[in-house]
């Protein structure tokens, strides 16, 4: 069972759903510094404790807008990366 999928590349840039976050020992072989969360839903902060944490709250529709959020996203994901961790988009 695939916990984080790595998005191809040398980023550490990795995709998963909600249960990865509590896969702390996967997480931690990813390097997991930041942590995306892109979904419509209340959310346990204790899973996030350790971690840089920023949510965009959207439903899993067709007509949702997600390009709006690109630039705060895209910048979140940078300065996980360009300081040298990794980052986990999970929805």
Not at 39 to 62: G, N, Q, S, T
Not at 69 to 79: G, L, M, S, V
Request: zero cysteines; aromatic letters at 8%; charged letters at 25%.
């Amino acid at each position: 069972m695939v916990i984080l999928d790595k998005v191809p590349g040398e980023d550490n840039l990795y995709i998963g759903g909600i249960f990865s976050l509590r896969r702390k020992e996967a997480l931690k072989g990813g390097n997991i510094t930041h942590v995306l969360s892109v979904l419509r839903l209340p959310l346990d902060e204790e899973l996030f404790a350790p971690y840089k944490h920023f949510a965009i709250e959207v439903d899993d529709v067709d007509d949702e807008n997600l390009l709006e959020h690109f630039a705060a996203t895209n910048a979140f994901i940078q300065d996980g990366l360009d300081g040298g961790g990794g980052v986990l988009v999970h929805w």
